[in-house]
Nanobody, 125 residues
Framework: QVQLVESGGGLMQAGGSLRLSCAASGRSFSRYCAMGWFRQAPGKEREFVAAISWTGGSTNYADSVKGRFTISRGYASNTVYLQMNSLKPEDTAVYYC?????????????????WGKGTLVTVSS
């Protein structure tokens, strides 16, 4: 099993910044797992935000966040971060962390085996 715990959400004005963190633990997690972020706004389906390979050398972003959000991994590789700059009201959502050992494409496709419970980000106009 893998446990994912997100943190860092909160209320921010448009144009501001937030940094989300996700810590992974559990016997089934290894540093070779790709990790990613998804979000779900009220009344909408969950959507992909960003993902990073286990090496950190490959990243993938949704068009809606390119140039504003940056995904990175901690030194120990069991933590993933999402730096969110120039926040917009449309970024308001619950943000979920995901991980899988089947590679970056699996995470990007939303087919990860493991998901966190989410952290709420609210951006006011």
């Amino acid at each position: 099993q893998v446990q994912l715990v997100e943190s860092g959400g909160g209320l921010m004005q448009a144009g501001g910044s937030l940094r989300l963190s996700c810590a992974a633990s559990g016997r089934s997690f290894s540093r070779y797992c790709a990790m990613g972020w998804f979000r779900q706004a009220p009344g909408k389906e969950r959507e992909f935000v960003a993902a990073i390979s286990w090496t950190g050398g490959s990243t993938n972003y949704a068009d809606s966040v390119k140039g504003r959000f940056t995904i990175s991994r901690g030194y120990a590789s069991n933590t993933v971060y999402l730096q969110m700059n120039s926040l917009k009201p449309e970024d308001t959502a619950v943000y979920y962390c995901a991980t899988d050992n089947k590679g970056l494409s699996t995470v990007v496709a939303g087919r990860s085996d493991y998901w966190g419970k989410g952290t709420l980000v609210t951006v006011s106009s």
